[in-house]
């Protein structure tokens, strides 16, 4: 879970940058674009054996 605490007198605008960085970094946005519609197994599989594959080639 992700948490901002105020740093003595920053604003809003300064939190709000510093929460889309921390999400940024940890991956939700891509999660949630994910999850956003429903992907058939078979899609999935599809996805996931392409990703190893770029994998095996960066070595």
């Known amino acids: 879970m992700i948490r ?3 740093r003595g007198s920053e604003t809003v605008e ?3 940058r510093r929460l ?3 999400c940024e970094k940890e991956g ?3 999660d949630i674009k994910r999850n956003s519609y ?3 197994p078979s ?3 599809r996805r996931r054996m392409r990703k ?3 994998r095996i080639g960066e070595f």
């Open 4 to 6: 901002v605490k105020a």
């Open 14 to 16: 300064q939190m709000l």
């Open 20 to 22: 889309k960085k921390m």
């Open 28 to 30: 939700l946005n891509r």
């Open 38 to 40: 429903y992907e058939k």
């Open 43 to 45: 899609e999935r599989k």
């Open 52 to 54: 190893s594959q770029r």
